[in-house]
T-cell receptor, first 115, second 111 residues
Framework: AQSVAQPEDQVNVAEGNPLTVKCTYS??????LFWYVQYPNRGLQFLLK??????LVKGSYGFEAEFNKSQTSFHLKKPSALVSDSALYFC?????????????FGKGTRLSVIA | DTAVSQTPKYLVTQMGNDKSIKCEQN?????MYWYKQDSKKFLKIMFS???????INETVPNRFSPKSPDKAHLNLHINSLELGDSAVYFC??????????FGPGTRLTVL
């Protein structure tokens, strides 16, 4: 069975500092990994995904994520945080290449960027 | 142009009532989903339809019945609403095995 762990409920970072939001996963096959962001009272917005290829994936709003197979991790990063990045971030995983396997979400990490 | 839209955005109703939430996508995707987000923000898949056929049906009470009249629509009907059904319900769509795009959500409050 697939699972995702986001070990931090809350991450606080000062504006302009680098940020990392952690994610580890467990799948039986090869992982198909995603990050989504949810702003207050809004739906989830897709940030980036990893299927195959380069371990460093670049996404929207200056975010990137690094796939590490040996550590089964897919941490979200940004070199310089903005106050507007404050939101709830979800990591998600599904097994490749099954089309019928559901996307499994982590419990979310609330990012707070302080001016 | 809204890619995935849901109506209504807010739904307040009494216990025991029956209600529906509608979802439409204009992305040309062949797969649509319903997710439930509880008060702790935990997201869980409820149903998935591919080309109007039910392909994922997680452990959900049979009071919840999805209906897909065509590939662009997936509606969620809930019978005999209970307090525990209060949550935010998100619709999403994708190409088969592709990235899922989410609607804005419907906040259901059962009194």
């Amino acid at each position: 069975a697939q699972s995702v762990a986001q070990p931090e409920d809350q991450v606080n970072v000062a504006e302009g500092n680098p940020l990392t939001v952690k994610c580890t996963y467990s799948v039986s096959g090869n992982p198909y990994l995603f990050w989504y962001v949810q702003y207050p009272n809004r739906g989830l917005q897709f940030l980036l995904k990893y299927i195959t290829g380069d371990n460093l994936v670049k996404g929207s709003y200056g975010f990137e994520a690094e796939f590490n197979k040996s550590q089964t991790s897919f941490h979200l990063k940004k070199p310089s945080a903005l106050v507007s990045d404050s939101a709830l971030y979800f990591c998600a995983v599904r097994d490749l290449p099954s089309g019928n396997t559901p996307l499994v979400f982590g419990k979310g990490t609330r990012l707070s960027v302080i001016a | 142009d809204t890619a995935v839209s849901q109506t209504p955005k807010y739904l307040v109703t009494q216990m025991g009532n029956d209600k529906s939430i509608k979802c439409e996508q204009n992305l040309g995707h062949d797969t649509m989903y319903w997710y439930k987000q509880d008060s702790k923000k935990f997201l869980k898949i409820m149903f998935s339809y591919n080309n109007k056929e039910l392909i994922i049906n997680e452990t959900v009470p049979n009071r919840f019945s999805p209906k897909s009249p065509d590939k662009a629509h997936l509606n969620l009907h809930i019978n005999s609403l209970e307090l525990g059904d209060s949550a935010v319900y998100f619709c999403a769509s994708s190409r088969t095995s592709g990235t899922q795009y989410f609607g804005p959500g419907t906040r259901l409050t059962v009194l």
